[in-house]
């Protein structure tokens, strides 16, 4: 909804880092339209936008925790609790997608560690069934075998049980593939269909034989630009809108009941920092 | 149809006597089944499909086509595989079930096993309806077709039956059809019977005919033999019961002889079962215009598209005074609705639910009512079966009478059977793992078997949607009857707007919009199909796009996603008219043939160049587009 009768000031001190939570954006309106195969970002945008109104002017008190070291500000959703009872935990299958948007080196690790230790968190659960990486198009293969590494230590230690890449194509899945120190071969490559009279049957083909299975992949690659999260925190009241806020990285989660084909709940988690 | 018990049936004069026994015994059968069953849990996902067939006898040299009443002689052959199965002289489970229904001509499929919840499982529902068909086909004689008509055209003119019978039965005392029209297992013509005769007449069926450029206005059935004195009853037509302007039909087999397409599937546990029989009860007169397969009655066309006020009329046992035409003396009371029909009260007790949306009246039997409660069931609950008990049991079984409550429901069944709505909440069988399920029975059979996979597929996933999203559908159960009448109108899926629930997201309600009164939330308004289907801007965004956002949301592969989203593309066109309703392909059909006369007159000619049609396309011999659009998934 629009938040035009929204007063646009709320105060939060100065913060460096962001750390956003949407919660179920199940509960709320769809974004997706007429063409339900198109690529996109808008229900992370509009998911972004209800949690801002939501935690900041949903009651009296704006809603948000601030860690003064590392000035880092948390906007957590109040609306619906995401744990996981214990009971259930066999019942579902826990997804996540976690979308590089930053490329710097040095941030590399950390990302991955960082997003299980949050959905970790959120979820209350310690291991996750699918973990799924998205780079962008113009990442090095350097960097995507460093992600990969670091994932396959969190196979062998139990933590995720099926890892999947993202719009990998013929030629770069069977490269992958081929890779002489690949442990742990994907188990689902995400991609998009344009049309469905021309699936990619050799893809599936390729997959078939490996193990490998392709699923739908609704999501632009770029799932969140520091254009687009600056606007949402100017609109907000959070930065003035001559701050830009670069999203670090994004994890899209969902938890789904197998045995009855029920999603229980879908988010989002958004990381972003100040820029000077 | 229900129970097939063995007995020797009661004739009405005496069944009436057992009717508070079998009340009774009912209801403490259903309490036993109810304390039991009340608390299972995490039930999976299993659901079904029911298809029913018209069988059909071709003469390719004459043109002429027959029903055919060998289904008790077809069904032996088809179930052979079940009773082996069962007495272990195979270990094959059966790929199907068959059984038999009301028509003599009709035998009805169901899978063999359950599908479960996977999409895998989804995309197998074709091939299933598609080995059904070749099984039915392989059990009949070769100038024998199954044909997923919802119901012949020319029932009930002379001479369509093979072998022929004279219209002259005392079980059904039609002017139209025979008693050996009905399945021959003592049940129906049991059933037909104490229908008439608790009634007191025989029922009363008009349907409106579409006036055409020929066609007489008054229109004066001709083809009714106004002054035969056969039975008592005859008198009727001429007294009244045949409208002028209609096509007026007297026996059950008009309604119960219809073919429909039905979907029952298991909750995970009570609770989730009655809200979704809650959820979809204003989901049913929707799906009935959408699949709308029936515009020809007794060899005329009608203006009417759909076939349930046909059933409706067909099992209408309420005697006058329940009819409200005379005041109350013999029976209890004022009921305003025949036992088939849409649904009365909503059953769920989840924070969605508002009093205000149970806006008809009730009627329900107090004495149940207060016992149900005294055994600890909720009020809604209580009303629900307490309502469904007004009704007198029609068909009892004299060796059946006395029963174990604690291991029978055949007394609770007798009631719940013959209550025909448009959703029905089915408790568990006693001593049997099967849960609590919902079945879904508005929708019409379609001719082909990519339509009836892809309008049951499009059902369940709309649950899994209503689950996931935690939609909420609710309007007053007065505007979904409004919505049950407009969906039998000719082309009403192009031409008619229903009523439906502006916002259902339970989650965004007022408190994100300050100064929105809580009344607006619960808003309805008139949409159009295409709406309600394909979204609204700014309004409900249609069911196709949720199912789309669904699936979005899960990990489903993109060889079953494309399949689904072939089924969810032709509710999409035939929601927005892009694709024609079976209803108005039959109608162009008739209406474009040469022999039609612009009469409203469906000849035997016209009827086998129809069915002919109808069994082309059921095999992929014919792909009409403006029926079945393109899809290569």
């Known amino acids: 909804m629009p938040s035009q009768d929204y007063p646009k000031q709320v105060s939060v001190p100065e913060f460096k880092q962001l750390v956003l939570y949407t919660g179920n954006v199940m509960r709320n309106s769809i974004t997706s339209g007429k063409h339900w195969n198109t690529k996109s970002n808008a229900e992370l945008v509009q998911a972004i936008s209800d949690t801002l109104d939501t935690s900041l002017y949903g009651s009296d008190k704006p809603s948000f925790r601030y860690f003064t070291e590392s000035e880092l500000l948390e906007v957590p959703d109040l609306r619906l609790s995401s744990r996981i009872q214990p009971e259930d935990r066999n019942d579902v299958e826990v997804t996540a997608k976690l979308f590089y948007l930053d490329r710097c080196n040095e941030y590399q690790v950390s990302h991955i560690d960082k997003a299980i230790h949050h959905l970790q968190q959120l979820l209350n659960v310690n291991s996750i069934d699918t973990f799924i990486v998205s780079f962008d198009t113009e990442e090095s293969p350097a960097h995507i075998d460093k992600a990969w590494k670091d994932l396959e230590v969190y196979h062998e230690n139990g933590v995720i049980r099926k890892l999947g890449v993202s719009d990998f194509d013929l030629v770069t899945l069977t490269e992958f593939l081929n890779k002489k120190d690949l442990k742990v071969k994907p188990s689902i490559d995400q991609v998009h269909v344009d049309k469905c009279c021309s699936l990619p049957k050799d893809l599936i083909e390729l997959g078939k034989k490996h193990g490998v299975e392709m699923t739908f992949n609704g999501d632009t690659t770029e799932i969140l630009t520091t254009e687009a999260l600056s606007s949402l925190l100017n609109k907000h009241g959070l930065v003035t809108d001559k701050t830009n806020v670069k999203p670090r990285w994004v994890l899209k989660y969902n938890v789904f009941f197998n045995c009855r084909s029920v999603v229980a709940d879908k988010g989002y988690i958004v990381v972003g920092d100040v820029l000077n | ?633």
Not at chain 2, 53 to 64: A, G, Q, R, S, W
Not at chain 2, 148 to 176: I, W
Not at chain 2, 510 to 538: A, C, H, Q
Request: proline letters at 6%; one cysteine or more; aromatic letters at 10%.
């Open chain 2, 1 to 633: 149809m229900g129970l097939l018990s063995l007995g020797t049936p009661l004739p009405w004069s005496e069944a009436k006597e057992f009717a508070d026994h079998v009340r009774k015994h009912g209801i403490e059968q259903f309490l036993n089944i109810y304390h039991h069953q009340k608390n299972v849990q995490k039930q999976c996902l299993l659901w079904g499909d029911e298809i029913e067939y018209i069988v059909v006898k071709f003469n390719d040299k004459e043109k002429t086509t027959k029903l055919s009443l060998r289904a008790f002689d077809i069904l032996e052959i088809l179930e052979k595989p079940e009773h082996d199965w069962l007495e272990g002289i195979t270990k094959d489970a059966p790929d199907a079930l068959w059984r038999p229904e009301y028509g003599r001509y009709m035998i009805e499929g169901t899978p063999g096993e359950p599908y479960g919840a996977t999409f895998r499982d989804l995309v197998g529902v074709e091939p299933n309806m598609k080995l059904r068909r070749k099984m039915a086909h392989a059990a009949m004689n070769p100038d024998e077709y199954a044909v997923t008509l919802v119901n012949y055209p020319r029932l009930g003119c002379p001479h369509e039956l093979d072998p022929d019978h004279e219209p002259n039965g005392k079980a059904c005392q039609s002017m139209f059809v025979p008693d050996e029209i009905i399945n021959p297992h003592a049940r129906f013509p049991t059933l037909t019977a104490n229908i008439r005769r608790r009634r007191g007449s025989k029922v009363q069926i008009n349907m409106p005919i579409y006036h055409d450029i020929n066609t007489p206005k008054p229109f004066i059935d001709p083809t009714i033999s106004w002054d035969r004195n056969l039975f008592d009853h005859d008198k009727e037509a001429k007294n009244g019961a045949a409208l002028p302007d209609h096509i007026y039909m007297d026996a059950m087999a008009f309604g119960m002889g219809c073919c429909c397409l039905q979907i029952t599937f298991q909750a995970c546990n009570i609770d989730e079962g009655r809200r979704l029989y809650d959820q979809l009860a204003p989901v049913a007169p929707i799906m009935m215009a959408l699949s709308a397969n029936s515009p020809i009655y007794r060899g005329y066309l009608a203006d009417v598209d759909a076939r349930w006020n046909v059933i409706s009329s067909s099992v209408d046992d309420r005697t006058p005074e329940e009819r409200g035409l005379k005041p109350l003396a013999n029976d209890r009371f004022v009921i305003n609705k025949s036992r088939y029909d849409s649904i009365d009260s909503y059953l769920s007790n989840d924070a969605t639910y508002k009093a205000k949306y149970d806006d008809i009246d009730l009627v329900y039997d107090q004495a149940i009512y207060d016992r149900l409660r005294e055994d600890g069931v909720d009020d809604k609950l209580a009303k629900h079966v307490a309502h469904l008990f007004i009704r007198d049991p029609l068909v009892i079984f004299k060796e059946l009478l006395d029963l174990d409550d604690k291991n029978s429901s055949d007394h609770f069944e007798n009631l719940q059977s013959t209550n025909w709505q448009t959703m029905r909440f089915k408790p568990p069988p006693p001593n049997s793992s099967i849960g609590w399920r919902v079945e879904f029975r508005s929708m019409e059979v379609q001719l082909s078997d990519f339509e009836n996979a892809a309008y049951s597929v499009f059902i369940v996933l709309l649950t899994r949607v209503i689950l996931s999203f935690g939609l909420n559908f609710y309007i007053p159960l007065s505007k979904v009857d409004a919505n049950m009448k407009t969906a039998h109108k000719r082309d009403a899926v192009l031409n008619e707007k229903f009523y439906f629930r502006k916002n259902v997201f339970t989650a965004s309600q007022s408190s994100s919009r300050p100064g929105t009164p809580v009344e607006d939330d619960d808003e309805y308004e008139l949409m159009t199909m295409n709406e309600i289907v394909n979204g609204k801007d700014n309004g409900f965004p249609g069911f196709v796009p949720l199912i789309h956002s669904y699936l979005n949301s899960t990990n489903i592969d993109i060889e079953t996603r494309c399949k689904l989203s072939s089924y969810l593309s032709l509710i999409s066109k035939r929601a927005s008219g892009e694709l024609l309703t079976g209803a108005a392909y039959i109608r162009q059909f008739v209406m474009n043939h040469p022999a039609y006369k612009k009469d409203s007159v469906v000849s035997s000619e016209i009827t086998y160049d129809l069915v002919k049609r109808a069994d082309q396309i059921a095999k992929g011999e014919y792909h009409p587009t403006e029926l079945l659009g393109n899809f290569t998934a």
